[in-house]
């Protein structure tokens, strides 16, 4: 069964009209996530090749894309080379968006990768079984160019600050034998935390 097609209107978008879109997010801020090297991957999952077009075009300019058609690739994909975030339709062959998801949470490498559900279902019933499997948001179509892209920023900036705190975790913990040093670290954790 293939999804709905994605716009940005209620007629499918042109490349002109997704540019206008994207040339009026400059009200965005730039540097919007915290300090990282080089650009951050995603991986865009959708059975129709227009949509995967459409989101490339969307995302493409601060993001390394990478592309399934269906929730088989794209686990293949994520297990292989882990992203740092994923946008996967709901409704797809072979394997769709919710069972993705739910493997995509049970592997160790991928299990803190932001799930992103795009659907043209609008039932909150939907939303609650996305949930209940591991999404971390929804995008309902038609799309937006500037709701994408403030959805994905948000949910990088949230996993990347968990990221730093796990990392900054393990090293509090190494280093609990030495309790000076645990506790400038568990001083910072919590300036961290209190500023984000």
Wanted: proline share 6%; with cysteine.
């Amino acid at each position: 069964m293939k999804g709905n097609t994605m716009s940005t209107s209620t007629e499918s978008p042109t490349m002109p009209e997704v540019d206008d879109e994207l040339s009026n997010l400059s009200h965005m801020e730039k540097n919007a996530l915290p300090i990282r090297a080089g650009r951050p991957t995603l991986l865009v999952v959708d059975d129709e090749p227009s949509n995967l077009t459409l989101l490339d075009r969307i995302l493409g300019r601060d993001y390394i894309i990478q592309k399934a058609g269906n929730g088989s690739e794209a686990i293949e994909l994520a297990f292989a080379n882990p992203p740092d975030l994923i946008l996967v339709d709901v409704m797809m062959p072979i394997m769709d968006g919710f069972e993705a998801c739910r493997r995509i949470r049970e592997n160790a490498s991928t299990m803190h990768v932001p799930v992103i559900f795009i659907t043209g279902k609008n039932e909150i019933k939907d939303e609650e079984l996305g949930f209940a499997v591991g999404a971390s948001d929804f995008i309902h179509k038609p799309i937006s160019a500037p709701i994408v892209v403030a959805r994905v920023r948000s949910q990088l900036k949230i996993k990347f600050m968990q990221d730093y705190l796990r990392g900054e975790l393990a090293r509090l913990q190494d280093n609990a034998g030495n309790k000076s040093t645990a506790k400038n670290l568990l001083q910072q954790l919590i300036t961290i935390l209190l500023t984000f």
